[in-house]
Nanobody, 122 residues
Framework: QVQLVESGGGLVQAGGSLRLSCASSGRSFSSYHMGWFRQSPGKEREFVAAIGRSSGTYYGDSVKGRFTISRDNAKNAVYLQMNSLKPEDTAVYYC????????????????WGQGTQVTVSS
């Protein structure tokens, strides 16, 4: 069982940066694929980024070149560095974990955090 807790959300002006963190409790953090998703009101939960066991990364098209996902297995944590933020990045951001390669599919991630709100003002 994996428990995930996100932090680092907040209010930022357009063009600014935020760094989200996701702390994991439970064993074998390094064996999980980790991902970030986001959801804004009235929209589907959207894939943002993921990082594999060997730290290979991939991103959603809307954040490519602006966001960077990373992990620290010694700290059981995954991070999302968000730069050049836009108002359309406003959403609740969720951390998720998968035991097998999940791709960008939400249904392939079996563990989820409670989310952290990111608001980008124009």
């Amino acid at each position: 069982q994996v428990q995930l807790v996100e932090s680092g959300g907040g209010l930022v002006q357009a063009g600014g940066s935020l760094r989200l963190s996701c702390a994991s409790s439970g064993r074998s953090f390094s064996s999980y694929h980790m991902g970030w998703f986001r959801q804004s009101p009235g929209k589907e939960r959207e894939f943002v980024a993921a990082i594999g066991r060997s730290s290979g990364t991939y991103y959603g098209d809307s954040v490519k070149g602006r966001f960077t996902i990373s992990r620290d297995n010694a700290k059981n944590a995954v991070y999302l560095q968000m730069n050049s933020l836009k108002p359309e990045d406003t959403a609740v951001y969720y951390c998720a974990a998968a035991t097998n390669f999940p791709g960008k599919e939400r249904s392939n991630f079996m563990y989820w955090g409670q989310g952290t709100q990111v608001t980008v003002s124009s």
